[in-house]
């Protein structure tokens, strides 16, 4: 069975930094990334990152936002700087890799965590 265990959401205040972590078990992640949904918006990629450490960022956080990853503990972190209210969103982990219980390809999602930017 995939988990992916999300944490690290919160609300804070324009101009502040949050951390987000995603520990995944059950997997052999090639792909880790943070997808985001703000109310009444589709969900959209945040940024991913590659198992050698590939980054791909959308345009709004790039330079505010860096995602890492600890492949030892199958782990994916999203440290957010400089929020801005526009940030506010339901953000998800997601990650593609083998299942290892079943040896098949599959993409997985966790619960989500809520990030609230205030102004």
């Known amino acids: 069975q995939v988990q992916l265990v999300e944490s690290g959401g919160g609300l804070v205040q324009a101009g502040a930094s949050l951390r987000l972590s995603c520990a995944a078990s059950?997997?052999?992640?090639?792909?880790m990334g943070w997808y985001r949904q703000a109310p009444g918006k589709q969900r959209e990629l945040v940024a991913d990152?590659?198992?050698?450490?590939?980054?791909r960022y959308a345009d709004s956080v790039k330079g505010r936002f860096t995602i890492s990853r600890d492949n030892a503990k199958n782990t994916v972190y999203l440290q957010m700087n400089s929020l801005k209210d526009e940030d506010t969103a339901v953000y998800y982990c997601?990650?593609?890799?083998?299942?290892?219980?079943?040896?098949?390809?599959?993409?997985?999602w966790g619960q989500g965590t809520q990030v609230t930017v205030s102004s």
């Open positions: 059950g997997i052999i992640s090639r792909i």
């Open positions: 990152i590659s198992v050698s450490g590939i980054t």
């Open positions: 997601n990650t593609d890799g083998v299942v290892q219980s079943t040896s098949r390809w599959a993409t997985s």
